[in-house]
């Protein structure tokens, strides 16, 4: 076998200039094959620390994927809400530490906006427990202050003093709260979640600028003005979801079944991490098509690798032919092949791994904070070495056909020119 591996390399060697885009091929299949692995567990691992510490996320009665979609991931549509006297029942009960209640439904030139307290600047927590952070200003105060994620911002250009109007409703056709200004005390930090892409206000705020609308558009003939809401009841009526975390995770289910039971109205408390389970099994489709479409790009390198190959053996005839004559056995013929198409792989293999790294070190960062997809530059997890195991054994099984053509060719046909 040694001998056959020399024979190999330096015949490979000697047709360096072909084969090298052959390996190029199959390195970028590699890379998108190993690519795509990587941003699927990346896009999990995102989905997975928009929201951390949270224990229940409580809201109407309905689909819970739905209700996590919207009041974490601000993505779909809501219906129904929950009364503010629930919310108070439920801050209220023994085994609650604290409540962040959410109120969505307008928006800020296509970025949604979210009514909220001071908890959620305290309790709120992202990746791996990491608490939100100012980078510029401070958290809202007044009635009318504004604090933005960190892509508002930049995407904007506003800062710390900046005036916004927001729209009622998400459409671009919305109608604006032009009458009530917002004003931006604060900018929070990336965090590479939906916080990023959010405008958040007090629930007081987003009271305010409803005083004078009903049924989704203005009362006509009323208009209060900003300056004249301090006088009326600021106290919301009803939010969108509220997010819970407890004194006790062992308690979980004892308030799940709390408030599935609660007899004020239909409400539902929803564990997040069940929640996302659900959410994969619906996302399951697409992410396989992605590894078959991944998979169908290696199978066409290696098919480039077979027809290289096989082209070349026409050129091989008398080397081949030569090795018999001295020696060489047919099965060492088909071994020498094999190996060769073994050795290009696996040379393949590590160059698209090479160029994943690079590209990681190169492109992570920029990706992690536009996207807020976190793709390390790290060994290979035992999914992606189980990849590119199969892409070698792949190689494997199409260097055959040549090694196979390769192996039954007699010595006189090697020896004999075609004419």
Known sequence: MPPLIGIAARSAWNRRASLSLTVLAIALSVLMLLGVERMRHALRAGFEQSVSGADLIVGARGSPLQLMLYA???MGETTHTMRWASVT?????PAVAW?????????????PVLGTTPAYFEHFRHGDRRALKIAQGRPFEGVFDAVLGAEVAEALGYRPGSRITLAHGGGELAPEHADKPFTVVGVLSRTGTPVDRTVHISLAGMEAIHLDWQGGAPLPGTSIPAEYVSK????????TAVILGLKSRAAVFAVQRHVNAFRAEPLMAVLPGVALSQLWQVMGHGERAL??????????????LVAVVLASLNERRRELAILRAVGARPHGILGLLVIEGLGLTLVGALLGFVLLTALSLAAGPLIEARLGL?????????????LLAGVIAAGVLASLLPGWRAYRMSLA????PRT
């Open 413 to 416: 046909d090697g020896l004999t």
């Open 291 to 304: 590894l078959a479409v991944s998979a169908l790009v290696v199978v066409v390198g290696l098919a480039g």
């Open 374 to 386: 976190a793709i390390p530059a790290t060994l290979p997890t035992a999914s992606e070495f189980a």
């Open 89 to 93: 029942a439920l801050a209220e009960h």
């Open 72 to 74: 974490v991931f601000r």
């Open 232 to 239: 009326f009841d600021l106290t919301p009526k009803a939010v």
């Open 99 to 111: 409540v962040i209640p959410v109120s969505l439904g307008d928006s800020h030139r296509g970025f």
